[in-house]
Nanobody, 122 residues
Framework: QVQLAESGGGSVQAGGSLRLSCATS????????MGWFRQAPGKEREGLAS???????WYADSVKGRFTISEDNAKNTLYLQMNSVKPEDSAMYYC????????????????RGQGTQVTVSS
């Protein structure tokens, strides 16, 4: 069973940057797809980005050009680089893993970690 542990959240001012990390373990073969999603209080989960085993990436329109998903296979770690953050980016951020790479699918159905809180102040 894949296990995921997010870190790197915190408070940041609008326009700033933050890098989230997700340590992965518990598998013999890296999951086909891994990704990030977020959920703000009172709102639905929003898929943000995903990356396939081969390195292809997908992004939600809301973060395209600002967020970058990447991974370090040697460290079994997934990253989300967040640039030019906005107050509306404030949410709990989760990494997830699953067999499909669509950002919406992985947000709704993927195995996820406990999350890390991101708060963006104006």
């Amino acid at each position: 069973q894949v296990q995921l542990a997010e870190s790197g959240g915190g408070s940041v001012q609008a326009g700033g940057s933050l890098r989230l990390s997700c340590a992965t373990s518990g598998y013999t073969s890296r999951p086909l797809c891994m990704g990030w999603f977020r959920q703000a209080p009172g709102k639905e989960r929003e898929g943000l980005a995903s990356i396939a085993r081969g390195g292809s990436t997908w992004y939600a329109d809301s973060v395209k050009g600002r967020f970058t998903i990447s991974e370090d296979n040697a460290k079994n770690t997934l990253y989300l680089q967040m640039n030019s953050v906005k107050p509306e980016d404030s949410a709990m951020y989760y990494c997830a893993a699953g067999p499909l790479c669509a950002v919406g699918w992985i947000a709704s159905n993927g195995v996820r970690g406990q999350g890390t809180q991101v708060t963006v102040s104006s």
